[in-house]
């Protein structure tokens, strides 16, 4: 018997069964570009949240009468 006939029936295995157990690199392939559109989705809805606490605190500042030290007193320019 050959080493591959001994790995082959030390193992349990047939070669017909080996396609079908286990997930294959397409099924992975599936789960990793779910998981990035989820965590795609959760940078646009908490972005535009966040955002508009940072806002909401930067206009409190600029109204409370606190002297800024820089020379613009607009809130949220990103110099677009």
Known sequence: MTMLGV???SSGRTSSRRG???ASA?????LVAAI???????VFALGSYVRGA???TC???ANSGVKSTSTT???GTTGQ
């Not at 990035?36 to 959760?42: G, H």
Request: overall charge negative.
């Open 36 to 42: 990035a559109a989820v965590i795609v989705a959760l």
């Open 54 to 56: 940072f806002q909401t």
């Open 73 to 75: 007193t607009q809130c």
């Open 26 to 30: 397409v099924e992975y392939g599936l």
């Open 7 to 9: 790995l082959r029936s």
């Open 59 to 61: 206009d409190n500042i």
């Open 20 to 22: 079908d157990e286990g």
